[in-house]
C-alpha cells in the first residue's frame, strides 16, 4: 500500500493537517529542500504549536515530484543514515506540490496570497540565470526574455517577480524571499536579480513595482548544510520495510542539519529557531565557512574520486591521498584567509567536515558533486585562490582542485559533460590535450576566471602540475606528490 492519509489509519501525524493554512511558497522542490526546510517548518510549528505555516511547494525542472507527492497527500519519509541516525521521519509540512514548469500561472498566484508571507528557493546555482560575468541576471537568456515578455514565467527568477507583482496589485501584504542556495550573500544576490528583472520591464510597469518591492519585501541571507544524496530503488525498500508502506518521495539524508538565517523579515515567520535555526547577524561568516571548507573540499574529492575511478565520496575521502589534500587545502590554503564566525571552531569543524563525508551509507556520487562545476569553482575554489595569491602565498591545494576539474573538463565527452557551460569549455579547449594546452586554454574563460587570476603565472604553474600528476601518473603519482605538498 502506498503512504497516503487514509493508508496510516490511526498513525499520528505530529501535525493535525487540517488544521495547517499555507504561509511558505517553496520554490525549488527537491531533495535538498524536503529533508532540510520542510523539516524545519514542521519542527517550528510542532513547537510553537503555530499551524499557520504549510507550504506549497513548487518544482523548477520536472514534475517528478509532484507525481510522486500528490497520490501521498504531500507526505514523505526522512530517513537518516549513518551515526547517530534517528528513526524514519514522517513530514507532514508540505500541503501542496505544483510543477512550475505546467502550471506557472498557479505558482505566481500562491504567491500572491494574503495567507503567505515567506518565500523560500532552493533553486541551485544555475537557477538563478546569472551572467557569469556581470554577477547580475543574465537578460540574454531565452527563457528569461520570454518571462519579461509576459508569458507564462519559466525561470524561478520570473515566478518570484511575476508573483510579488500580483501581491502588489492584490494589496496582500509585505512578504520574504529566503534564498537557501549555496551562494554568498543570497539573500541580496535574490533581491538584486529581482530588481534587474523589474528593471528590464516597461517603466510604466517596472517603477511602481520596484517601489512596492522596497517598501514590502525583505531578502535575508542564510547558510544552509545538510547532504541529502539522490534516493535510490535501494532507498525506497528500505523505507518501505521501515514503514510499512511505499513511499515514493522518501528522501534519505545524514543525521546532521544546519540552518543560519539572518533574522530581516518583512512580516510574520516560522519560529523555525524553536527547531534548531540559528539566527545570526554574521551570516557573511558561515556561509563563507561552509563554501570554502565543505563545499570546497566536496568538489576537490569529487573531481580526484572522478579522476581515480571512485564512484561514491565515502569511497574517496578513504583514499589517504586524498584526505590529506582535503586536510592541507582546509588548514594550509583556507583558514589563514578566512574570517571564522562566533562559535564556530576552525579545526574541529574540518575534522567534522571529512567524519561526515566518510557516511557510506550517503552514497553521494562524485559525478553529481562534480556536476555543474563551473558554477561552483569560482565560489568554492577561486575565492580561495584569490586570497592566497593577494597574500603572497601559493594556493597549493585549491589549485589541485582546479586542476582535477580541468582534467575532468578535458577528457569527459561532451555528452557526458553536466555542466552548463558544457559547449564552451569544449569549444575552448585545444586539440592536444596536454597539462600546458588544457591549463591555458581554460584559464581563458573569462566566465569562471578573471583576467587577474588567470594570468598569475604562478597559479598557472601550480596547475601544470597537478594536472600532470593527475593525467600522467594517476593515483599512484598522486599517492606520492600529495604527502610532500
Given at each position: 500500500m502506498r503512504l497516503s492519509l487514509a493508508s496510516l489509519g490511526e498513525t499520528p501525524l505530529g501535525l493535525d493537517r487540517t488544521t495547517l493554512t499555507p504561509g511558505i511558497v517553496h520554490l525549488g522542490l527537491g531533495a535538498f529542500a524536503r529533508a532540510h526546510t520542510a523539516v524545519f517548518t514542521e519542527g517550528a510549528m510542532q513547537s510553537s504549536g503555530e499551524p499557520g505555516w504549510g507550504i506549497i511547494g513548487v518544482t523548477q525542472r520536472s514534475d517528478t515530484v509532484v507525481q510522486q507527492l500528490a497520490p501521498q497527500?504531500?507526505?514523505?519519509?526522512?530517513?537518516e543514515r549513518g551515526d547517530g541516525a534517528a528513526p524514519a521521519r514522517l513530514v507532514s509540512s508540505v500541503i501542496e506540490a505544483i510543477s512550475g514548469r505546467d502550471n506557472p500561472a498557479a505558482v505566481v498566484e500562491r504567491i500572491a496570497l494574503p495567507s503567505v508571507s515567506v518565500i523560500t528557493l532552493t533553486i541551485t546555482e544555475k537557477g538563478y540565470r546569472m551572467d557569469p560575468q556581470t554577477g547580475s541576471l543574465n537578460l540574454g537568456d531565452a527563457q528569461v526574455q520570454a518571462?519579461?515578455?509576459?508569458?507564462?514565467?519559466q525561470t524561478a527568477i520570473g515566478q518570484l517577480t511575476r508573483g510579488l507583482?500580483?501581491?502588489s496589485r492584490l494589496g496582500s501584504g509585505p512578504?520574504?524571499?529566503v534564498s537557501c542556495d549555496n551562494l554568498p550573500g543570497?539573500?541580496?544576490?535574490?533581491?538584486?536579480?529581482?530588481q534587474a528583472f523589474v528593471a528590464a520591464l516597461p517603466a510604466a510597469e517596472g517603477t511602481p513595482l520596484l517601489a512596492w518591492i522596497a517598501t514590502n519585501v525583505s531578502f535575508p541571507s542564510t547558510m544552509v548544510d545538510r547532504m541529502v544524496p539522490a534516493t535510490t530503488a535501494r532507498d525506497l525498500d528500505a523505507v518501505e520495510h521501515e514503514l510499512g508502506l511505499?513511499?515514493?518521495?522518501?528522501?534519505v539524508a545524514e543525521p546532521f542539519m544546519q540552518w543560519v538565517i539572518e533574522d530581516n523579515f518583512a512580516g510574520p515567520r516560522p519560529r523555525w529557531e524553536d527547531a534548531g535555526a540559528v539566527f545570526s547577524t554574521d551570516v557573511p561568516g558561515w556561509e563563507a565557512a561552509k563554501l570554502r571548507l565543505l563545499n570546497a573540499s566536496h568538489s576537490l574529492l569529487a573531481y580526484l574520486g572522478l579522476a581515480a575511478g571512485n564512484p561514491t565520496i565515502a569511497e574517496a575521502v578513504s583514499v589517504p591521498a586524498f584526505r590529506a589534500a582535503c586536510e592541507r587545502m582546509m588548514f594550509d590554503d583556507v583558514l589563514p584567509t578566512l574570517h571564522l564566525p562566533d562559535g564556530l571552531d576552525g579545526e574541529t569543524y574540518c575534522k567534522q567536515v571529512l567524519g561526515r563525508f566518510a557516511n557510506p551509507a550517503l552514497g553521494h556520487t562524485t559525478a553529481k558533486v562534480g556536476s555543474d562545476g563551473s558554477q561552483k569553482i569560482g565560489l568554492r575554489l577561486l575565492s580561495t585562490v584569490r586570497a592566497n595569491l593577494d597574500a603572497g602565498r601559493p594556493p597549493r591545494w585549491a589549485a589541485l582542485a582546479v586542476a582535477a576539474w580541468m582534467r575532468h573538463v578535458a577528457v569527459t565527452p561532451a555528452e557526458a559533460l553536466n555542466d552548463p557551460l558544457a559547449a564552451e569549455l569544449k569549444d575552448a579547449l585545444p586539440r592536444e590535450l596536454s597539462a600546458?594546452?588544457?591549463v591555458n586554454a581554460l584559464l581563458g574563460v573569462r566566465s569562471i576566471f578573471d583576467e587577474a587570476t588567470a594570468t598569475d603565472a604562478g597559479f598557472a604553474a601550480l596547475l601544470e602540475h597537478w594536472y600532470s600528476v593527475i593525467d600522467e601518473h594517476g593515483l599512484p603519482g598522486l599517492g606520492k606528490e600529495i604527502p610532500h605538498g
Amino acid at each position: 500500500m502506498r503512504l497516503s492519509l487514509a493508508s496510516l489509519g490511526e498513525t499520528p501525524l505530529g501535525l493535525d493537517r487540517t488544521t495547517l493554512t499555507p504561509g511558505i511558497v517553496h520554490l525549488g522542490l527537491g531533495a535538498f529542500a524536503r529533508a532540510h526546510t520542510a523539516v524545519f517548518t514542521e519542527g517550528a510549528m510542532q513547537s510553537s504549536g503555530e499551524p499557520g505555516w504549510g507550504i506549497i511547494g513548487v518544482t523548477q525542472r520536472s514534475d517528478t515530484v509532484v507525481q510522486q507527492l500528490a497520490p501521498q497527500d504531500g507526505l514523505f519519509t526522512v530517513a537518516e543514515r549513518g551515526d547517530g541516525a534517528a528513526p524514519a521521519r514522517l513530514v507532514s509540512s508540505v500541503i501542496e506540490a505544483i510543477s512550475g514548469r505546467d502550471n506557472p500561472a498557479a505558482v505566481v498566484e500562491r504567491i500572491a496570497l494574503p495567507s503567505v508571507s515567506v518565500i523560500t528557493l532552493t533553486i541551485t546555482e544555475k537557477g538563478y540565470r546569472m551572467d557569469p560575468q556581470t554577477g547580475s541576471l543574465n537578460l540574454g537568456d531565452a527563457q528569461v526574455q520570454a518571462d519579461l515578455a509576459g508569458h507564462p514565467p519559466q525561470t524561478a527568477i520570473g515566478q518570484l517577480t511575476r508573483g510579488l507583482q500580483e501581491r502588489s496589485r492584490l494589496g496582500s501584504g509585505p512578504i520574504t524571499v529566503v534564498s537557501c542556495d549555496n551562494l554568498p550573500g543570497n539573500g541580496e544576490l535574490t533581491r538584486q536579480l529581482v530588481q534587474a528583472f523589474v528593471a528590464a520591464l516597461p517603466a510604466a510597469e517596472g517603477t511602481p513595482l520596484l517601489a512596492w518591492i522596497a517598501t514590502n519585501v525583505s531578502f535575508p541571507s542564510t547558510m544552509v548544510d545538510r547532504m541529502v544524496p539522490a534516493t535510490t530503488a535501494r532507498d525506497l525498500d528500505a523505507v518501505e520495510h521501515e514503514l510499512g508502506l511505499r513511499d515514493e518521495a522518501a528522501v534519505v539524508a545524514e543525521p546532521f542539519m544546519q540552518w543560519v538565517i539572518e533574522d530581516n523579515f518583512a512580516g510574520p515567520r516560522p519560529r523555525w529557531e524553536d527547531a534548531g535555526a540559528v539566527f545570526s547577524t554574521d551570516v557573511p561568516g558561515w556561509e563563507a565557512a561552509k563554501l570554502r571548507l565543505l563545499n570546497a573540499s566536496h568538489s576537490l574529492l569529487a573531481y580526484l574520486g572522478l579522476a581515480a575511478g571512485n564512484p561514491t565520496i565515502a569511497e574517496a575521502v578513504s583514499v589517504p591521498a586524498f584526505r590529506a589534500a582535503c586536510e592541507r587545502m582546509m588548514f594550509d590554503d583556507v583558514l589563514p584567509t578566512l574570517h571564522l564566525p562566533d562559535g564556530l571552531d576552525g579545526e574541529t569543524y574540518c575534522k567534522q567536515v571529512l567524519g561526515r563525508f566518510a557516511n557510506p551509507a550517503l552514497g553521494h556520487t562524485t559525478a553529481k558533486v562534480g556536476s555543474d562545476g563551473s558554477q561552483k569553482i569560482g565560489l568554492r575554489l577561486l575565492s580561495t585562490v584569490r586570497a592566497n595569491l593577494d597574500a603572497g602565498r601559493p594556493p597549493r591545494w585549491a589549485a589541485l582542485a582546479v586542476a582535477a576539474w580541468m582534467r575532468h573538463v578535458a577528457v569527459t565527452p561532451a555528452e557526458a559533460l553536466n555542466d552548463p557551460l558544457a559547449a564552451e569549455l569544449k569549444d575552448a579547449l585545444p586539440r592536444e590535450l596536454s597539462a600546458r594546452a588544457v591549463v591555458n586554454a581554460l584559464l581563458g574563460v573569462r566566465s569562471i576566471f578573471d583576467e587577474a587570476t588567470a594570468t598569475d603565472a604562478g597559479f598557472a604553474a601550480l596547475l601544470e602540475h597537478w594536472y600532470s600528476v593527475i593525467d600522467e601518473h594517476g593515483l599512484p603519482g598522486l599517492g606520492k606528490e600529495i604527502p610532500h605538498g
